[in-house]
């Protein structure tokens, strides 16, 4: 705190203009730190799709089959009912 390093403050966006529309219309982009600079950047080659982690279906599918029964198994539906009673109203 007594060398003023805890903002700083930058003079430009981590990416160059050229892929400033990709990078702010792809969720999944991510800056990644520049050893040169001492900063945070954006590459020009972002992942564009999610990598699905099926191992926890794969255990719950294990769970069920040794119980047979899907009793105590909840799912939160508060948001989905909502969201039709927004749309719907």
Do not use: C
Not at 16 to 40: C, F, M, Q, W
Not at 42 to 67: C, D, G, R, W, Y
Request: aromatic share 4%.
């Amino acid at each position: 705190m007594t060398t003023n390093a805890l903002v700083k403050i930058k003079e430009a966006p981590p990416y160059s203009i050229e892929i400033e529309t990709p990078v702010l219309l792809n969720s999944l982009a991510r800056a990644s730190p520049d050893k040169k600079t001492g900063s945070y950047k954006f590459i020009e080659n972002q992942p564009t799709e999610v990598k699905l982690n099926i191992a926890n279906v794969k255990a719950i599918e294990e769970t069920l089959k040794h119980t047979g029964s899907t009793a105590g198994v909840g799912v939160d539906q508060g948001v989905s009912v909502s969201l039709v009673l927004v749309l719907a109203g």
